[in-house]
DNA sequence: TATCAATGATTGATATATCAATTTTATATC
DNA sequence: GATATAAAATTGATATATCAATCATTGATA
């Protein structure tokens, strides 16, 4: 059977998801907090504008993100006395450890999904991926097509 | 910057969920619904337990899915004569035009996504990400390592 | 300076998921 | 045949998302 790519990636992702999932829940975590955390332990304190710039989603995602890793003690709301309309997002020790631990259930996971690839191979895939994901961002900035696809 | 495969797939789909989410808008349809939709077109009435087990998503999921989709007129719940705790879920015109225009605006996506790729690269894409699925369905049915990650 | 538009954070509605619990019906065992 | 267990569908709680609306503050301008 013949599938289309973006069925393929969905359906692989999908499957991803639930693999990380219970080692994601053993740290408390949800599944898409790690990019968060990640991101915040790279590079000090952000602003929820920021971040959510940062991970391609809406504001309100990493508001109520935020909500959750907060009430869990990974990270702390803070204000930016430069503007009172933005907060300054930090992360705990707490919240170290745990990205420490995922980036080693993390490396794993990898691992197993590249079981069978030669390095070249693991290499290949990545740079094809990162040429879809680069194409998908073009097509978020304008139409599918010069003509539409619903004449 | 290196990412971890997973993120880098995570992202991917993730880009791509909101390129498709206007299309789909478009014909009234969410953006995990074409799946369901296919899988009825191409084989028939199926209970939604059958479903859940061709998506690999909770039965609930499946259960929730379709009441929007019944909502919506892309399909109706019948009953199964053989077995009255089981019903039999068939997709309707409005769902078959559905899956029919989906069909063409899926292809022209697909085409973009792949940008820049030759035939052959193409097929290699296709064919790693098949064996990373397949991975990832063997991790989900064992423990991750024979000695796991936290020792 | 007073007003008005833009920005950052939030909340409500909905879709997609899981997990847990419940209901109804089927099947298996005693 | 009565009871116990299993299976199919559903509902409630929560996480991840979007979109739309709101609130407070900021910045630009008339």
């Excluded at 631990?101 to 490396?107: A, I, N, P």
Aim: proline share 5%; with cysteine; glycine share 10%.
């Amino acid at each position: 059977m013949e599938y289309p790519i973006h069925t393929l990636l969905y359906r692989t992702v999908h499957r991803q998801r639930n693999v990380l999932r219970p080692y994601l829940r053993a740290l408390g975590l949800g599944t898409g907090q790690p990019r968060l955390l990640m991101h915040l332990v790279q590079a000090g304190p952000f602003s929820q504008k920021h971040l959510a710039d940062h991970l391609e989603v809406d504001p309100s995602a990493v508001c109520r993100m935020l909500d959750s890793l907060e009430k869990g003690g990974f990270v702390v709301r803070g204000a930016d006395k430069t503007d009172r309309r933005a907060g300054l997002v930090e992360i705990t020790e707490k919240g170290r450890c745990a990205v420490a631990d995922w980036q080693r259930t993390g490396r794993a996971i990898d691992r197993r999904m590249l079981g069978g690839f030669t390095e070249a191979e693991a290499r290949q895939l990545v740079e094809y991926l990162e040429r879809v994901s680069a194409n998908l961002q073009q097509i978020g900035r304008g139409p599918l097509a010069e003509k539409e696809v619903a004449p």
